[in-house]
């Protein structure tokens, strides 16, 4: 017999509802995990003694959102969808199968995803999805993924929520290491299978939208929590906050310790423990949060997307997943191949060498709302043909393809289109 690769095991496995196991590891993470990270639980409305099916959606945060919204609801037990790459990683890999952990490619469609999540709601379980795709790369929410709407519709079921509150600031996408500091998790109802009937997609997603909206700076600006960011708090934000609001420059801020500061004319600020952002002196030029900072720096890209010449060309390292084994030491991919990585009006393309042949591929703006990123800002993927293929860049221009990338496809007529609602 033919030996299986990793794909086919994974979409070969019928999924159902998860066992005592579940329960048995949210003991241990809910003793452990919850003290540390100083999380505090409301509901609205208490749907733990739900009788039925339903589907619980959430921002997404961090990579702890799992314990933040799992935690609090026990002893239900859920069926948490999550990146298809992520099944590929020996870390997790074995605990995605004993929780009984759907898998889904991010940003294209996936039937199997669809299948699955139905079998689990046929036999009365309750399936968990993040439906903005990916955790926050800002501290804000991104619009959901295209979609969501006539997802949840399809399986009319009722539609349960969570908005969770200070879980960027423990655990920020530009730089790995943990802040403990305060996290708070509200639950409420967001839609009946009556009013997910009634509604449109697009009105669903809207309203999705507007619900589960979070800014953790903007939030934090005004609560004033402590987080433990250390003495390297804003190391590598530079990756993220990569304009100068001052001098208008690219690539010229650097964060160093806990101050982030422009090479080319010395604007810069402090970060404290409680994110805010304190200038340096009276001519340091610093929006009001890093959330407004990087918002502020979208427009920016959005101007030079508008031109029709626009192009964007990067030298990156070309990372793939192994056919018949899983990916060690958390690594995301296996370096296959490089070559050079251009954005442009039309879309993104890449051309080069993969295990030592010619490889290339293209793959059409409206087609490409966003790309999905497995840890920091240092790489980033997507799915060429339905194969995975991640990025590792020779610079830090990670955020910039990401933003070009999005107001392209905009710009475009994709469907991904911004917020209907002023942030």
């Given at each position: 017999m033919a030996k299986q690769t990793v794909e086919r095991k994974i979409h070969t496995r019928k999924i159902g509802k998860p066992n005592a196991i579940y329960n048995l590891l949210g003991g241990i993470w809910k003793a452990f995990m919850y003290k540390k990270y100083n999380v505090h639980y409301t509901f609205k409305t208490d749907f733990r003694k739900e009788k039925g099916p339903y589907i619980f959606i959430s921002n997404h945060a961090s990579r702890l959102d799992y314990i933040f919204t799992g935690i609090p609801m026990l002893p239900v037990r859920m069926n948490y969808v999550a990146g298809y790459n992520e099944f590929h990683r020996s870390h997790l890999a074995g605990v995605f199968k004993l929780l009984k952990v759907i898998p889904k490619k991010n940003f294209v469609p996936d039937y199997y995803t669809v299948k699955e999540v139905g079998r689990v709601l046929k036999a009365g379980g309750r399936v968990a999805i993040f439906p903005?795709?990916?955790?926050?790369?800002?501290?804000?929410?991104?619009?959901?993924?295209?979609?969501?709407?006539?997802?949840?519709?399809?399986?009319?079921?009722?539609?349960?929520?969570?908005?969770?509150?200070?879980?960027?600031?423990?655990?920020?996408?530009?730089?790995?290491?943990?802040?403990?500091?305060?996290?708070?998790?509200?639950?409420?109802?967001?839609?009946?299978?009556?009013?997910?009937?009634?509604?449109?997609?697009?009105?669903?997603?809207?309203?999705?939208?507007?619900?589960?909206?979070?800014?953790?700076?903007?939030?934090?600006?005004?609560?004033?929590?402590?987080?433990?960011?250390?003495?390297?708090?804003?190391?590598?934000?530079?990756?993220?906050?990569?304009?100068?609001?001052?001098?208008?420059?690219?690539?010229?801020?650097?964060?160093?310790?806990?101050?982030?500061?422009?090479?080319?004319?010395?604007?810069?600020?402090?970060?404290?423990?409680?994110?805010?952002?304190?200038?340096?002196?009276?001519?340091?030029?610093?929006?009001?949060?890093?959330?407004?900072?990087?918002?502020?720096?979208?427009?920016?890209?959005?101007?030079?997307v508008e031109d029709e010449n626009f192009k964007l060309t990067e030298s990156v390292k070309l990372g793939m997943l192994p056919e018949y084994e899983t990916l060690k030491n958390q690594a995301t991919s296996v370096i296959v191949g490089a070559g050079m990585l251009t954005l442009d009006r039309k879309g993104l393309s890449f051309s080069g060498t993969k295990n030592g042949e010619p490889f290339s591929f293209f793959i059409e703006s409206k087609n490409l709302p966003t790309y999905g990123m497995c840890t920091d800002l240092s790489r980033f993927y997507t799915f060429a043909d339905g194969q995975f293929v991640e990025f590792y860049p020779e610079h830090n221009v990670v955020e910039k393809f990401f933003l070009a990338t999005e107001e392209i496809h905009r710009l475009n007529g994709g469907r991904w289109q911004d917020f209907t609602f002023e942030k």
């Open positions: 903005e795709g990916m955790s926050s790369i800002s501290g804000a929410n991104q619009p959901v993924a295209i979609g969501t709407g006539k997802f949840l519709k399809h399986y009319k079921v009722p539609v349960y929520y969570s908005v969770i509150k200070g879980g960027y600031l423990t655990s920020p996408k530009y730089n790995l290491d943990e802040r403990t500091g305060r996290v708070e998790v509200t639950f409420d109802c967001l839609f009946t299978p009556e009013e997910l009937e009634h509604l449109s997609p697009e009105e669903i997603e809207d309203k999705i939208n507007r619900a589960i909206y979070h800014d953790d700076y903007a939030w934090n600006k005004e609560e004033k929590h402590r987080y433990n960011i250390g003495d390297k708090g804003a190391e590598h934000l530079e990756d993220l906050l990569f304009w100068c609001p001052k001098c208008g420059k690219q690539h010229t801020m650097k964060g160093v310790g806990n101050t982030i500061s422009c090479s080319a004319c010395g604007n810069g600020a402090t970060l404290s423990d409680t994110y805010e952002l304190i200038p340096f002196d009276e001519n340091s030029l610093i929006p009001e949060t890093q959330t407004a900072w990087f918002n502020m720096q979208r427009e920016v890209i959005k101007k030079e």
